[in-house]
């Protein structure tokens, strides 16, 4: 069995009125402007779920029931169900090696190659229709997480991957991560799986003394995988497990979703309530004081190009953090919304943020 230990020394910063400001007023010193753009302006729909940015420059925005808008930087086009996309609820979005692009929808994948669009559905081997997660691993394969289960495609067929004799046939698929050494990681809500090319290991899960619901996979610098689960963040070091979890500290949060590294090797990571946590390599503090986010949800995060993280809040807005100094833009500094479902850079250093109603850049 592997080696697992617990974290009890978790502490949260409470920072003086005066240095806080201090910092805040530092991080003003790089000035951002907000542009909206809204159905008036040629979004498809309000509700904006991701963004990519596709080999050729254009920005793909995925809808909750408007398809996908595509905008060049001038104009928007759209691709919708009347073009023949599977449906305008579009979950998920990739580009292959070969630069054409995917889509996981809630009534199958489409596969668009820049004029026409096929769609796979559950008679054509799909597993499930309800696609949440589309991943493309070094060989080529397509894995497609669903509502129920995981399937593989490779070019030609779906395979059903009956993973640990079809343990999570009926479970949601919440990521799939492939690591630096070409293990494949699948996070469910039976835990966490890995596959060597050859069997899959359940690590985490229900027949472990870590039985939790696993939400996202990270691998880090140093090839650490990191775990966001049910009020607890797993570290694994390719030998043991390190808990950090909701019993060392009441600052802590639930359904943990949002993990990112920073320039420093810092692990930073949110979910619902409790705010923004960064893991320093030995403590992990806790900025729910400083932020001023209380109990909102963290759906979001990202660190641009220059090394500031970017952190999206149900309810709270857009959080900026460079060198620990947090900076909140809101309505009040010109976004439309102040929740924030998704964040994407482009590759103008131009950082677009997708909100429930609307989106910015």
Request: with cysteine; hydrophobic share 40%.
């Amino acid at each position: 069995m592997k080696n697992v230990t617990y974290i009890r020394y978790i502490y949260p910063i409470l920072l003086a009125v005066s240095i806080v400001m201090a910092g805040h007023y530092g991080a003003l010193a790089q000035s951002y402007s907000f542009r909206n753009y809204s159905v008036e302006d040629g979004l498809s729909q309000s509700q904006v779920k991701g963004m990519l940015q596709d080999s050729k420059g254009y920005l793909w925005f995925t809808t909750n029931g408007g398809g996908l808008t595509i905008f060049d930087g001038v104009t928007f086009k759209y691709l919708t169900v009347s073009d023949g996309l599977s449906s305008n609820v579009v979950n998920a979005i990739i580009e292959d090696k070969n630069g054409d692009l995917w889509f996981g929808t809630e009534l199958g994948i489409s596969k668009y190659d820049g004029n026409t669009i096929k769609n796979y559905s559950e008679k054509d081997g799909l597993i499930n229709n309800n696609v949440y997660v589309l991943m493309e691993d070094d060989s080529g394969y397509l894995w497609v997480g669903t509502e129920k289960g995981i399937c593989l495609f490779n070019g030609i067929q779906f395979t059903h991957v009956p993973v640990r004799d079809s343990f999570v046939d009926n479970s949601e698929i919440l990521d799939i991560v492939q690591d630096r050494k070409g293990n494949i990681w699948i996070a469910t809500q039976e835990g966490a799986f890995r596959y060597d090319g050859k069997s899959y290991e359940h690590l985490v899960g229900e027949d472990s003394i870590m039985a939790v619901d696993v939400y996202d996979i990270f691998e880090d610098s140093k090839g650490n995988i990191w775990m966001g689960a049910n009020s607890r963040m797993i570290k694994y070091d390719g030998k043991d497990f390190m808990i950090y979890d909701e019993d060392s500290s009441k600052y802590f949060a639930d359904f943990i979703n949002a993990v990112i590294e920073d320039e420093q090797g810092n692990i930073w990571f949110g979910g619902q309530m409790l705010g923004i946590s960064r893991f320093d390599g030995v403590i992990v503090f806790n900025y729910i004081a400083e932020v001023g986010i209380g109990n909102a949800e963290i759906g979001s995060s990202l660190q641009d190009k220059e090394g500031n993280i970017w952190i999206g809040t149900s309810g709270k807005g857009v959080i900026r953090c460079v060198n620990n100094a947090f900076t909140s833009y809101t309505v009040k500094n010109g976004l439309q919304h102040n929740t924030v479902w998704a964040i994407g850079e482009d590759a103008n250093n131009n950082i677009w943020l997708g909100f429930y109603f609307i989106f910015n850049h």
